[in-house]
């Protein structure tokens, strides 16, 4: 079986080359980099857009969590999207990103178990 973070890299390749193709003239025709500002961009934005999906305002009626699942999900299918698009064009590889995530997950359980201004018996 293919591995799934690769085909997503993948896929997303295939779609900046499609929007490409279609569009010689257009945003994909910038520098990779100097699109990354953009990929940050969408990030937030589709960050914001699934926040508001999550009931944060205390003043307003909560709503049913359950009926927004899917509009959730899809608001993070848009975040990974966009990460993607940033990786790609700072020519980071999937295994790369996959490595970078296992050491930031490790620093971030030594944190918890190692340091005083992480742990909660430090409180």
């Given amino acids: 079986m293919t591995d799934r973070w690769e085909n997503l890299f993948e896929l997303q390749r295939e779609l900046g080359s499609m929007y490409q193709a279609r569009r010689p003239l257009g945003f994909y025709a910038q520098e990779p980099i ?6 940050t961009r969408a990030i937030i934005h589709e960050a914001c857009e699934l926040e508001d999906e ?3 305002k205390p003043w307003k009626n909560s ?6 699942r ?5 608001e993070m ?12 064009d ?4 999937p295994d790369e ?23 909660s018996d430090s409180l």
């Fill in 54 to 56: 999550l009931n944060w």
């Fill in 70 to 74: 899917e509009k959730r999900l899809n």
């Fill in 90 to 93: 700072q020519d980071f590889s």
């Fill in 77 to 88: 299918a848009d975040i990974l999207h966009f990460f993607m698009e940033l990786a790609i």
């Fill in 97 to 119: 990103v996959y490595a970078a995530y296992q050491e930031k997950h490790e620093e971030n359980r030594r944190r918890q178990e190692e340091d005083p201004a992480y742990r």
């Fill in 34 to 39: 100097t699109r990354c500002t953009t990929w």
């Fill in 63 to 68: 709503e049913d969590l359950a009926a927004n």
